[in-house]
């Protein structure tokens, strides 16, 4: 098989340099695609919370509704000394029994700060999306961010 066989070749012959889609996509457009597809993704990671050291060696001397780090139960995995904390129980609502919830339900000290996480993790991806779409799209370079 010719490995030529499909590339679009230029006057002198040889293959494209960059492959033969590179004069049909616009890289400042691909920018702000990339970019929306970013900031539309799920982002978790306001929900995690420190896992407390004292309690991860059964030394803590505060009740969980008191440390300001998280006791988590053995039933959540706890990855990198963190836990992620349920969504659904931030907000009153976790039914999970059987088998039990994954995720770590905080106590109500720790949920009024992952509110606060949340709600301001909200106002920057909302913050980058207008300055992204308030931009012309060819000042926006592949890979970067809007300055």
């Known amino acids: 098989m010719d490995p030529s066989a499909g590339v679009i070749q230029p006057s002198n012959g040889g293959p494209m340099p960059g492959g033969p889609y590179n004069q049909m996509v616009n890289p400042a457009n691909m920018a702000v695609v990339s970019m929306n597809n970013i900031l539309n ?6 929900l995690q919370l420190e896992v407390c050291r004292e309690f991860q060696r059964n030394k803590c001397t505060r009740p969980d509704t008191e440390c300001k780090f998280a006791h988590p139960p053995p039933n959540v995995e706890v990855q990198n000394g963190r836990v992620t904390a349920c969504y659904d129980s931030i907000k009153g609502r976790c039914n999970r029994e059987k088998p039990p919830c994954k995720y770590f ?4 000290h720790l949920k009024d700060q992952l509110l606060i996480n949340g709600r301001n993790h909200l106002a920057l991806k909302n913050a980058l999306m ?18």
């Open 41 to 46: 993704v799920k982002d978790s990671r306001w």
């Open 105 to 108: 339900h905080p106590p109500q």
């Open 130 to 147: 207008n300055q992204i779409q308030g931009l012309p799209a060819s000042s926006v370079m592949p890979g970067t961010l809007p300055m």
